[in-house]
T-cell receptor
Framework: DQQVKQNSPSLSVQEGRISILNCDYT??????FLWYKKYPAEGPTFLIS?????DKNEDGRFTVFLNKSAKHLSLHIVPSQPGDSAVYFC?????????????FGQGTTLQVKP | NAGVMQNPRHLVRRRGQEARLRCSPM?????VYWYRQLPEEGLKFMVY????????ESGMPKERFSAEFPKEGPSILRIQQVVRGDSAAYFC????????????FGPGTRLTVT
């Protein structure tokens, strides 16, 4: 049962343009969502998060949007840079802070072309 | 502030041997999580521990796998009688006692069973 889905395995964009990565979830109990970036042979690096009481959170070039009615979130990267090329995972959790496991999507490989 | 440390980074075991994976959380973090990533898949939660306590082991296989986080020393993920299907990247993450849910990951241990 895949509760968190990233339906696009890969995405290619030109440097300077916007990258939009999408994530859908099925469990309405999820109330905290996170995006991680992962380079080969490294651990995931936390990027940005959003609580279900918000619909947008912004941090520099990264913005996460949450549409609770559609059970959908997206990560926007503007402008995209070649160093952003990596695998991006969305993750979700239930309950209040620090209560346990994260449920990850399968990941989307982003390639930013110079 | 040192990040999450994992060792070894690479581990090769023959079928039937035991594998021990170690994780030292970030300084000040008292919560440890273990995840497994099989080839071409996302990260799957295995177990969540606090000092001397297993909080959630719902993702652990019923047999051969165990985890501990003693009062002193690193967290250990132990796999007994390894099989080829155990070959994967095992990631440890930690979080502070109070936080917004972000988990910070180590570089992972890549286990290969021959």
């Amino acid at each position: 049962d895949q509760q968190v889905k990233q339906n696009s395995p890969s995405l290619s964009v030109q440097e300077g343009r916007i990258s939009i990565l999408n994530c859908d979830y099925t469990n309405s109990m999820f109330d905290y969502f996170l995006w991680y970036k992962k380079y080969p042979a490294e651990g995931p690096t936390f990027l940005i998060s959003i609580s279900s009481i918000k619909d947008k959170n912004e941090d520099g070039r990264f913005t996460v949007f949450l549409n609770k009615s559609a059970k959908h979130l997206s990560l926007h990267i503007v402008p995209s840079q070649p160093g952003d090329s990596a695998v991006y995972f969305c993750a979700a959790s239930t309950g209040s802070s620090n209560t346990g496991k994260l449920i990850f999507g399968q990941g989307t490989t982003l390639q930013v072309k110079p | 502030n040192a990040g999450v440390m994992q060792n070894p980074r690479h581990l090769v075991r023959r079928r039937g041997q035991e594998a021990r994976l170690r994780c030292s959380p970030m300084k000040g973090h008292s919560h440890v999580y273990w995840y497994r990533q099989l080839p071409e898949e996302g990260l799957k939660f295995m177990v969540y521990l606090q000092k001397e306590n297993i909080i959630d082991e719902s993702g652990m296989p019923k047999e051969r796998f165990s985890a501990e986080f003693p009062k002193e020393g690193p967290s250990i993920l132990r796999i007994q009688q390894v099989v080829r299907g155990d070959s994967a990247a095992y990631f440890c993450a930690s979080s502070p006692a109070s936080g917004r849910g972000e988990q910070y990951f180590g570089p992972g241990t890549r286990l290969t069973v021959t």
